[in-house]
């Protein structure tokens, strides 16, 4: 059997790292061709050489000497810098891994649209700050779109064989984050190590962050619009803390089907990196009988301000996306950095969101990072004039 020849975009993050280890479980089912980080060159090199990678890219290029000092003595290849990175993602593969976090990944993955029979895609901005321009790429360029995110990754399987007309309802579940049961006053002041102790996943600062507000899951909604062809109308979000059920679809029969598994990461990763075969994995055994019972309530957008505002930016179309996510980045890195306090993410957004007149959305990646620049100026405005309430 031919090895399956991968690109890893973003393989230094939490999820790369995930990538890491299924591929490094089934070594003979696939051959790393490039894999791209962003500044931590010991890291990147140590990966390349773990997978045999042939070409190590790092964004970063002030630490392209590093990475190839690093990787002294192989026959690694290594480039720095935007266009290294582009050349990776432009490398023909059976399968592009899009894993690079913000839209730092937005240039990346539309390269490697070009060049890629399928595409894994784990970067939210793609299709929030440029849906409709990378949809009607990747139709153009007839690459499969694999979703990885566990929750699309469960509607992915459910939708197996369905038609999308037939689709009711399409639900995301939301483990409701660390303040699920807080109420609304404390949720405002919670701390920093508060919102960061998320109850069931390991993921990086940012997404940590959007789970606590909700807003990741106001994300994933505009995703599933475009990933799926689905009306923002039946698209809906169901709290579940034990993250046991990750999606589901209700058809027009009244028939529901659901994508169950244990919160770990590397199944869907598996899922997108076999298909459309199985490849076996060593995860906890999902045991109904042992968990006893499963919770599930409707989101309270009062207490989590940030869901409602992405919803309203769905219904909206448009720029709307691009903005709610450019100013929701800037926030988030304004309450890790101790700036503004956990509600002032969503007030920040809030104002942006008014203060930017509404334009069509964006044709092209590069029309969607000149709205996302904008929109990132306007929120470090508003929060360094504490015109959001913020502080």
Request: aromatic share 4%; with cysteine; proline share 4%.
């Amino acid at each position: 059997m031919n090895r399956k020849r991968l690109v890893i975009l973003g393989a230094t993050g939490s999820i790369g790292r995930s990538v890491a280890d299924v591929v490094g479980a089934h070594r003979d089912a696939f051959e790393v061709l490039a894999i791209v980080g962003g500044s931590d060159a010991n890291a990147l090199a140590s990966m390349a050489r773990e997978l045999g990678a042939s070409f190590a890219a790092i964004a970063d290029e002030g630490q392209g000497a590093a990475l190839g000092e690093a990787l002294a003595g192989t026959s690694i290849k290594s480039g720095a810098g935007e266009q290294a990175v582009l050349d990776a993602a432009r490398m023909p593969c059976d399968l592009a891994i899009a894993a690079i976090v913000g839209t730092a990944g937005l240039k990346p993955a539309f390269a490697a649209l070009a060049a890629a029979s399928s595409l894994a895609l784990a970067n939210k901005e793609c299709l929030v700050s440029a849906g409709a321009a990378f949809m009607a790429e990747a139709r153009r360029r007839n690459v499969t779109l694999l979703p990885m995110d566990s929750e699309h990754n469960a509607i992915h399987q459910a939708l197996a064989g369905h038609r999308v007309e037939d689709i009711e309802t399409m639900t995301l579940t939301a483990s409701g984050g660390p303040f699920r049961n807080w109420d609304a006053d404390a949720i405002r002041v919670a701390r920093r190590d508060q919102a960061l102790a998320h109850p069931n996943w390991s993921m990086g600062r940012k997404i940590t962050i959007d789970s606590a507000s909700m807003m990741n899951k106001g994300l994933e909604l505009i995703e599933a619009h475009h990933l799926f062809r689905v009306d923002p109308a039946r698209l809906d979000v169901v709290v579940h803390p034990q993250s046991i059920v990750h999606g589901m679809v209700s058809f027009a029969d009244g028939a529901v089907v659901a994508g169950l598994a244990c919160p770990d990461m590397r199944v869907p990763i598996a899922h997108c990196l076999a298909y459309p075969a199985r490849i076996p994995l060593k995860t906890k055994r999902l045991d109904l009988a042992a968990l006893g019972q499963l919770e599930f309530s409707a989101p309270d957008e009062i207490r989590f301000p940030c869901l409602r505002l992405a919803r309203a930016a769905l219904r909206a179309g448009g720029d709307r996306p691009t903005v709610l996510n450019a100013a929701n980045e800037i926030a988030v890195a304004a309450f890790l950095e101790g700036a503004i306090a956990f509600g002032g993410i969503g007030d920040v957004v809030a104002a942006i969101l008014d203060l930017m007149p509404q334009a069509g959305a964006p044709a092209s990646v590069e029309a969607a990072l000149a709205i996302d620049n904008e929109a990132r100026l306007a929120a470090r405005r508003v929060i360094q004039s504490g015109l959001s309430s913020a502080q």
